[in-house]
């Protein structure tokens, strides 16, 4: 017979605590499912896999790689928060999932701050702008002069709306004073095989999937979107560089686990991740794709978290963006 709601708030802090530290006794009692909330090929995918195979080693439970793309990643981050209490599900939270979908979208089917538990940053990059070999622009200034004679008539791929991408798309455009007609696809992959088939002329994607096209001569790069060059593409500017100062963006994966998961379990998790990272051998995997490993724990990647969910509400809000 399961315990009353009262017996249960009467019962004594050390049996309770008594009780966390059997659930984090026997836990993981069967594999984790980590839910990724966009298709394979996509940046969370491929930093969720290179983590997972080494989170699973330390955990002795293999990690289940489970994509559930769709609505900008809001999907699988909904089926995480409908599983509160549930210390075998977890995912790669995220800047479309948690930072600008949540103010983007009208009618959120949860709480990105409530409805989780956030556990640790797991790593940061650049978004880059990239072309087909063929457009007639070999600079952003040209790209942007052609899109200014043709307005609306210039289009750029992204893996989905609510993305980083999408928006970051957006403020260029907005920025540069031209127009730019965003198309969102069902994943990067999509994205940039038309993009490389010429069948798009431009694509913002994450610097991680872009970087294997760009070195093959595949796409080229017009600029990137934090502050500085980025050490993965030292020939390429920063739209700062290119004089557009507020076309600042960076992309983030971290981890989190529903909301409801025991103390101890959380705090396993952290000590997991921080290790996984800390790894030499994931560290130059890391960098062989442009990511910076993350160094915050719950309490900074939680406000991180909540002070971008504030900046991309007034970007949102003042730049009149709305979801595609």
Request: net charge neutral.
């Amino acid at each position: 017979m399961l315990p009353s709601r009262r017996s249960l708030l009467l019962a004594s802090p050390a049996l309770l605590l008594g009780r966390f530290a059997q659930a984090q006794g026997n836990w993981p009692e069967r594999p984790i499912r980590w839910i990724v909330n966009f298709p394979p090929g996509g940046a969370a995918d491929t930093l969720s896999r290179a983590l997972g195979e080494s989170i699973g080693t330390r955990l002795g439970q293999p990690i289940v790689i489970e994509n559930r793309p769709g609505a900008g990643g809001l999907v699988g981050a909904d089926l995480v928060a409908k599983a509160r209490g549930d210390a075998h599900t977890v995912i790669m939270s995220n800047a479309a999932s948690h930072g600008i979908g949540p103010v983007l979208y009208p009618n959120m089917p949860y709480d990105p701050m409530a409805d989780f538990t956030h556990v640790a940053l797991v790593g940061t990059f650049a978004s880059v702008l990239v072309v087909n070999p063929g457009v007639p622009a070999a600079t952003l200034q040209e790209f942007l002069a052609l899109a200014k004679g043709r307005p609306g008539g210039l289009a750029y791929g992204t893996g989905g709306n609510g993305t980083m991408n999408h928006l970051i798309g957006q403020v260029l455009a907005r920025a540069a004073g031209v127009e730019l007609t965003h198309v969102p696809y069902r994943g990067s992959a999509a994205a940039l095989t038309d993009a490389m088939g010429g069948q798009i002329p431009a694509v913002m994607e994450s610097l991680p999937i872009a970087l294997p096209h760009l070195r093959a001569g595949r796409l080229k790069a017009l600029g990137t979107s934090e502050a500085a060059r980025d050490a993965a593409l030292p020939e390429v500017p920063s739209f700062t560089e290119a004089g557009l100062p507020t076309v600042q963006s960076t992309n983030w994966f971290g981890f989190s686990t529903a909301a409801g998961v025991p103390a101890p379990i959380v705090a396993r998790w952290e000590v997991v991740i921080g290790e996984a990272l800390q790894d030499p051998k994931l560290q130059e995997r890391f960098a062989n794709i442009g990511v910076v490993p993350g160094r915050m724990g719950p309490a900074a990647y939680t406000a991180m978290i909540q002070g971008e969910l504030t900046r991309w509400r007034g970007v949102i809000q003042s730049a009149g963006i709305k979801p595609d």
